[in-house]
């Protein structure tokens, strides 16, 4: 079984849990967007006999390389590696992944393109998915969370229309102004595959989920409630019986908050540029928080990465809060940097409030 380097031998996904449900916790848990990657010499030895896409439906190789960080990191969850796009290729749209990026061939442009898209078994289509999560759970054992994930509506839909995860989405702006009702048939057929790739995720044994919504701070708060907000609830609330904590990331979203808060998610994930003690002020116990330590901050100096980790703790009390960054770890962070990151944040102390009733 995968034994991370470091002094905590907890359940860990007790732990993580209950900072889901903003239940008393003793430290907070610790985990890193994009943990599975290229600043990872593992990774990047894997990377060099296989092709990115073969890593993704390979469940061996998927496992294996969403294992890596809890080995090297002492993390306190995994999350499996795959890509968003996974759900637009089993919806029709061919993949490619060069190293200039991802492409989606025949990108969305008009309702014709929206009709050909297809629902999708996710036993059958996007199997390797679910095989990975349960390689990575008999890994792991029953005390270690594993993160499903995929992308919220809108943010597929951008890629989905683009063709490409790199650049702007002026096409996908201008679908919105121009043909609300084609997107509004796109975010809801996105909304409806997720679901059940989703609850395929969880069927194989992921503890929480995750959607990725890159692209929410694009749209206006009008935008946004018109739009992605019924989407997003779709498929939260497609997932509500399975009592699985749902987490939402949205990117640039400091000014959605509020529409955030009613999407359904149980912790929203946010980047660094929203503080989090104002966002904890906003939000009350409406829901918890996940973040939100800059990226570029694990490039500097260990002492400031250590501060980083403690403050974001302070700013939210250490109650419903999982330490993370405020987006993906970047390729050229030293490992020793992120790992001073997670030990940071797991010794980081709590006021008491946050272990007020802590059961055990």
């Known amino acids: 079984m995968a034994k991370p380097p470091t002094r905590i031998d907890e359940n860990r996904k007790d732990l993580f ?52 960080p809890y080995r090297v990191l002492g993390v306190d969850a995994v999350i499996v590696f795959s890509d968003i796009l996974i759900v637009a290729e089993a919806m029709g749209m061919p993949l490619d992944v060069p190293d200039s990026g991802p492409v989606l061939s025949n990108p969305i442009r008009d309702m014709a393109a929206v009709h050909r898209l297809r629902a999708f078994d996710p036993e059958r289509e996007t199997k390797f998915v679910a095989d990975a999560i349960g390689a990575i759970c008999r890994e792991l054992g029953p005390d270690v969370p ?38 509004r048939e796109l975010l809801e057929r996105i909304a409806r595959s997720t679901a ?68 359904g998610a149980d912790v929203l994930s946010v980047d ?13 116990r409406r829901v918890a928080l996940q973040g939100n330590v800059d990226p570029e901050v694990l490039l500097g100096p260990q002492d400031a990465i250590r ?15 999982i330490l993370n960054l405020g987006h993906g770890i970047l390729p050229a962070t030293p490992v020793e940097h992120a790992k ?21």
């Open 17 to 68: 849990l209950r900072a889901c449900r903003f239940e008393p916790v003793d430290r907070v848990p610790v985990w890193i967007m994009r943990q599975a990657g290229r600043y990872l010499p593992d990774y990047q030895a894997v990377r060099a006999r296989h092709s990115f896409l073969e890593i993704c439906k390979t469940p061996e190789l998927a496992a294996e390389v969403s294992l890596q």
């Open 272 to 284: 660094w540029m929203t503080d989090l003690a104002e966002a904890r002020r906003t939000l009350g």
């Open 196 to 263: 059940a790739y989703l609850q395929s995720q969880i069927a194989a044994g992921a503890a929480v989920i995750q959607l990725f919504d890159t692209w929410a701070g694009e749209l206006s708060p009008a935008e946004y409630a018109a739009f992605e907000l019924p989407a997003t609830q779709m498929i939260f609330d497609a997932l509500a019986q399975t009592h699985v904590p749902k987490i939402l990331f949205a990117k640039s979203s400091a000014r959605l908050l509020d529409s955030l808060a009613r999407t």
């Open 307 to 321: 501060e980083a980790a403690r403050a974001a703790v302070e700013k939210t009390g250490g109650l419903g809060h």
């Open 340 to 360: 001073a990151f997670v030990e940071a944040g797991q010794s980081a102390p709590l006021p008491v409030r946050a272990q007020i009733g802590r059961a055990d």
């Open 146 to 183: 594993v993160i499903g994930f995929a992308a919220a509506p809108w943010t597929l839909a951008c890629y989905m229309i683009e063709g490409r995860t790199r650049g702007d989405i002026s096409h996908a702006k201008a679908l919105l102004r121009e043909q609300p009702a084609l997107l």
